[in-house]
């Protein structure tokens, strides 16, 4: 959605067109399917000038997804563009084959969402940015609703168990002049933080047994829960604690962080949007992604809740935008 709001900002809205991505599937047990022969690919047969391609694209999957549409777009004269570019489950293999293809099949603009991905892949590009990600843009294009009662904190923890938290207590984080304890639990815990598929599949797991019932509130403030993965749906896993909420669109989480005086979680883009409307975050999560937490100053979001400097990020924000500018022209 930051994608889209910054290209529509540049381009104008007519000159960017949202499409789906391309279809792909994981079996039972956590093995990646591709596109089936018989599907229909239709984005090769786009009549654009660009294909854009943003997020974590850059995996051990990219070439298997993405590479024979690629090159049947270049043999239309189509090239592609890779924004807010981040690496996941990336191995020294297909590092070495990504590197190969972008040497004979190069981006025509390549912004990054963290340092490592700008420093791995950064040369390849026409153009290339060490740029910042475009969930930062969230306030931009998204006003959120007030919401009445007390102020809350949002607890977002699909990947590991929730953790207890205890206010008032002598050792721990403190935030507004309260210092609060967190005592991690369950024998998952270590392993899910490195969110693979089969912690994933552990805590689905998990959920079947009975859940030790959480506070609803914790010292001043109210605990909303969210649930980021959802599917399959098991009630068991996302309504085992009180005030939980999960949704298919995203507005309501955007509203929910927006409105957040803290968010803790274990998924860095509840983090991102959280602190990109003003706000505190801190993540429990063992995983390279929160290099796009760093590259905006969040560099201790793991020790302890941080805020970031609103008026760097918006420097960072207008300095990418303007930069993307003069190359698009």
Same mark, same amino acid.
């Given at each position: 959605?930051?994608?889209?709001?910054?290209?529509?900002?540049? *381009?104008?809205?007519?000159?960017?067109?949202?499409?789906?991505?391309?279809?792909?599937?994981?079996?039972?047990?956590?093995?990646?399917?591709?596109?089936?022969?018989?599907?229909?690919?239709?984005?090769?047969?786009?009549?654009?000038?660009?294909?854009?391609?943003?997020?974590?694209?850059?995996?051990?999957?990219?070439?298997?997804?993405?590479?024979?549409?690629?090159?049947? *777009?270049?043999?239309?004269?189509?090239?592609?563009?890779?924004?807010?570019?981040?690496?996941?489950?990336?191995?020294?293999?297909?590092?070495?084959?990504?590197?190969?293809?972008?040497?004979?099949?190069?981006?025509?603009?390549?912004?990054?969402?963290?340092?490592?991905?700008?420093?791995?892949?950064?040369?390849?590009?026409?153009?290339?940015?060490?740029?910042?990600?475009?969930?930062?843009?969230?306030?931009?294009?998204?006003?959120?609703?007030?919401?009445?009662?007390?102020?809350?904190?949002?607890?977002?923890?699909?990947?590991?168990?929730?953790?207890?938290?205890?206010?008032?207590?002598?050792?721990?984080?403190?935030?507004?002049?309260?210092?609060?304890?967190?005592?991690?639990?369950?024998?998952?815990?270590?392993?899910?933080?490195?969110?693979?598929?089969?912690?994933?599949?552990?805590?689905?797991?998990?959920?079947?047994?009975?859940?030790?019932?959480?506070?609803?509130?914790?010292?001043?403030?109210?605990?909303?829960?969210?649930?980021?993965?959802?599917?399959?749906?098991?009630?068991?896993?996302?309504?085992?604690?009180?005030?939980?909420?999960?949704?298919?669109?995203?507005?309501?989480?955007?509203?929910?962080?927006?409105?957040?005086? *803290?968010?803790?979680?274990?998924?860095?883009?509840?983090?991102?949007?959280?602190?990109?409307?003003?706000?505190?975050?801190?993540?429990?999560?063992?995983?390279?992604?929160?290099?796009?937490?760093?590259?905006?100053?969040?560099?201790?979001?793991?020790?302890?809740?941080?805020?970031?400097?609103?008026?760097?990020?918006?420097?960072?924000?207008?300095?990418?935008?303007?930069?993307?500018?003069?190359?698009?022209?």
């Amino acid at each position: 959605m930051g994608v889209e709001y910054a290209l529509k900002k540049l *381009l104008g809205n007519e000159n960017v067109t949202l499409v789906s991505d391309l279809q792909t599937y994981t079996d039972g047990v956590g093995k990646r399917l591709y596109p089936d022969k018989n599907q229909l690919e239709y984005i090769s047969r786009l009549d654009v000038d660009y294909l854009v391609l943003a997020g974590p694209v850059l995996s051990k999957y990219f070439l298997p997804l993405w590479k024979n549409t690629l090159l049947r *777009l270049e043999e239309r004269g189509v090239r592609y563009i890779l924004l807010s570019a981040g690496m996941m489950k990336m191995t020294d293999n297909a590092m070495k084959e990504c590197c190969d293809f972008f040497t004979h099949h190069p981006p025509y603009i390549f912004a990054s969402r963290d340092e490592k991905t700008f420093e791995a892949f950064g040369e390849y590009a026409d153009h290339a940015y060490n740029g910042i990600c475009f969930s930062f843009f969230t306030p931009d294009y998204y006003t959120p609703c007030r919401m009445t009662g007390s102020r809350y904190m949002v607890l977002n923890f699909d990947k590991i168990s929730e953790p207890e938290i205890t206010a008032g207590v002598e050792s721990g984080f403190e935030f507004e002049g309260v210092t609060y304890k967190i005592t991690e639990t369950g024998l998952l815990t270590k392993a899910a933080k490195k969110t693979d598929r089969f912690s994933d599949a552990l805590i689905y797991a998990q959920s079947f047994l009975p859940q030790k019932k959480r506070e609803s509130k914790i010292g001043d403030f109210e605990i909303i829960r969210t649930d980021h993965r959802f599917h399959p749906h098991y009630r068991s896993k996302i309504y085992a604690q009180p005030n939980s909420f999960c949704a298919d669109i995203p507005y309501g989480y955007l509203n929910l962080y927006a409105n957040a005086a *803290l968010t803790l979680s274990d998924r860095v883009h509840a983090c991102a949007v959280t602190l990109a409307y003003g706000h505190s975050a801190m993540l429990f999560a063992e995983t390279n992604r929160k290099g796009l937490l760093e590259r905006v100053g969040a560099t201790e979001i793991t020790d302890k809740p941080v805020q970031l400097n609103l008026n760097k990020l918006e420097e960072e924000k207008t300095a990418m935008l303007n930069w993307l500018r003069a190359v698009l022209k």
